[in-house]
């Protein structure tokens, strides 16, 4: 993976981010998206975010590399504090980290995402935090996809700017998701009841407490509502 070519997840990740947009990429890590959108003509121009010093260094490198450094700025912050009211971001994107990192990343920088109109989250585990986020903070689900690459599946969940509601499976396993249920989104809850079943088995195994009864009923409707869609 380079600048001019993206790993197939990165790439959809890309194919979300609105032609001519600012866009602020938080975790980039060496910036290859950010690198990437500018090299196809996709964003106006991009701020970078990233915590550690190391990939903040590679990230810089990259930009000044590709000729970017009059369009790419990489700061070194912690989640949204790489965003100034002055850059404008209207597209946040946040790839390649757990579902409630995501979310307490967006949580701690509510107040940088003013102007922001549309975010692009790639969960590698528990997308479902994020789908509870943005219902309970202004956002809704636009668009999902859902993708398999090097025997790992992967959710992209694009938020924008609205109010809805949605029901505990569609949370789960994604309102727009559910609708397309594409082979992978098929093959992704099937294994994941595997695994929920080889955990029951396990539970039923133990000492029988009230914490113990507690996770295996959570487990059970879990099961059921996943089951539900799958078979409608």
Not at 68 to 78: K, Q, T, W
Not at 92 to 116: E, S
Not at 200 to 217: D, N, P, Y
Request: proline share 3%; charged share 30%; with cysteine.
């Amino acid at each position: 993976m380079n600048t001019n070519h993206l790993s197939e997840r990165l790439a959809m990740v890309a194919s979300f981010v609105p032609q001519d947009t600012v866009l602020a990429d938080i975790g980039s890590d060496h910036a290859y998206l950010p690198c990437y959108l500018k090299n196809i003509g996709k964003i106006q121009r991009a701020v970078a975010g990233e915590v550690v010093k190391g990939p903040f260094e590679s990230a810089r490198r990259n930009v000044q590399l590709n000729g970017f450094s009059d369009h790419i700025e990489v700061r070194l912050a912690n989640g949204l504090l790489a965003i100034e009211p002055a850059d404008k971001v209207e597209t946040v994107t946040i790839a390649g980290m757990g579902g409630t990192l995501i979310t307490t990343i967006l949580q701690d920088g509510m107040k940088r995402l003013d102007g922001v109109k549309r975010i692009v989250a790639q969960p590698n585990i528990h997308a479902i935090a994020i789908r509870q986020w943005a219902m309970k903070n202004g956002f809704l689900i636009a668009d999902e996809e859902i993708l398999q690459e090097d025997g790992k599946i992967y959710e992209v969940v694009v938020l924008e700017r609205g109010i809805a509601e949605y029901s505990d499976a569609d949370l789960l396993v994604g309102p727009i998701l559910r609708k397309k249920n594409s082979d992978v989104f098929q093959a992704k809850w099937e294994r994941e009841m595997c695994e929920w079943k080889r955990v029951i088995r396990a539970l039923e195994q133990a000492e029988r407490t009230e914490e113990i009864q507690k996770k295996k009923t959570e487990i059970e409707q879990k099961i059921e509502l996943v089951r539900k869609v799958l078979t409608a």
